[in-house]
Structure formats: C-alpha cells, structure tokens
C-alpha cells in the first residue's frame, strides 16, 4: 500500500517529501520535466527506476484536438471560475468537452515511453 509523503520543512525554509517505500507504480512516481521532456521517478535508491517521455512520441496516429462551437462555453466557464462558481463551471466544461471524444474527434493521442531505465 502506498503512502503518502510528509512534508518537513528544514531550518532554511525549503520544505523536504519524505516517503517510506518507493513507487510500486507509475501513478504513484513522482514527475519532473519541463512539458516537452518529462520523466517519472519511482524513488527506490538501491535500484532508480525512471520512465522517459518526450513530446513527439505519440500512440497511434495524429489526433484532432480541436472541436467546433467551444469559443463561447470556454469564455463561459472563464466568467464562472473567477466568480467562484466552481460546480457550475465544471457541469459548462462537462457539457462543452464530454468525457467521450466525439466522433469527429478524439482529444489526441497518448504519449508513448521514450525509454525507461
């Protein structure tokens, strides 16, 4: 079972995570990149486990982001976020971007390993 880290915060100021096991998978690695190259880090200091991912490398075929009419509910939800009307900005968004892609798209591809040591 995983768990969670502990903050701890030095005589410096800078806070420190503190686990006491490694990941055991990838959603509990831990990410570090800058976007277009990114890693996930497992955290076991006798054997490091690190899973590459670079922005060009793709599953599949290339994926249409884009779907029509969004313009408005976009500026809509906009609009609700900054009034703090949270769940009504999320049930927009729902309405706007459905959990199942469209049949004239498909919210892109997933990115693939780049490699893994």
Do not use: H
Not at 39 to 63: H, R, Y
Not at 67 to 86: C, H, M, Q, S, T
Request: proline content about 9%.
């Amino acid at each position: 079972m995983f768990s969670p880290a502990k903050a701890q915060t030095t005589v410096d100021g800078k806070s420190t995570l503190w686990y006491s096991q490694p990941a055991s998978n990838w959603n509990e690695a831990l990410p570090i990149g800058n976007g277009p190259l990114a890693a996930m880090v497992f955290g076991n200091p006798l054997n490091e486990s690190v899973q590459l991912n670079e922005e060009t490398i793709w599953a599949g075929e290339p994926g249409n982001n884009l779907l029509p009419n969004v313009a408005a509910p976009i500026g809509d939800i906009r609009k609700l976020l900054f009034n703090g009307e949270y769940k009504a900005a999320q049930d927009l968004s729902n309405q706007a971007f459905p959990r199942q892609a469209p049949a004239n798209a498909n919210y892109g591809m997933q990115y693939q390993t780049a490699g893994a040591c």
